[in-house]
Nanobody, 121 residues
Framework: QVQLVESGGGLVQPGGSLRLSCAAS????????MGWYRQVLGKQRELVAD???????HYVGSAKDRFTISRDNAKNTVYLQMNGLKPEDTAVYYC???????????????WGQGTQVTVSS
């Protein structure tokens, strides 16, 4: 069973930075797209940014100017560097990955457990 383990959330003041990490906990044949989503209580989960296996990135909304998504394929890990954080960035952040566990298995999507990011003075 694939598990995505997230870390790096916390409380930060407006204008501050955080770096989120998400690592797959088991050996995997291949990870295709990886991404970060966020969800505010009572609202739908929304895409923040994603990255292909060869490093092409895509950002949504204000993340384009302040966030950077990257990945380390050797470590099966995706990162989200968040700079210039604003109160409206407060949410639970989830990582998502399209994973093929063996060369015979079809790829499937998996979610991390979520990590809370709170931006407040």
């Amino acid at each position: 069973q694939v598990q995505l383990v997230e870390s790096g959330g916390g409380l930060v003041q407006p204008g501050g930075s955080l770096r989120l990490s998400c690592a797959a906990s088991v050996s995997i044949f291949r990870i295709n797209n990886m991404g970060w989503y966020r969800q505010v209580l009572g609202k739908q989960r929304e895409l923040v940014a994603d990255i292909t296996s060869d490093g092409r990135t895509h950002y949504v909304g204000s993340a384009k100017d302040r966030f950077t998504i990257s990945r380390d394929n050797a470590k099966n890990t995706v990162y989200l560097q968040m700079n210039g954080l604003k109160p409206e960035d407060t949410a639970v952040y989830y990582c998502n990955a399209n994973v093929q566990t063996t060369y015979r298995a079809p790829a499937d999507y998996y979610w991390g457990q979520g990590t809370q990011v709170t931006v407040s003075s």
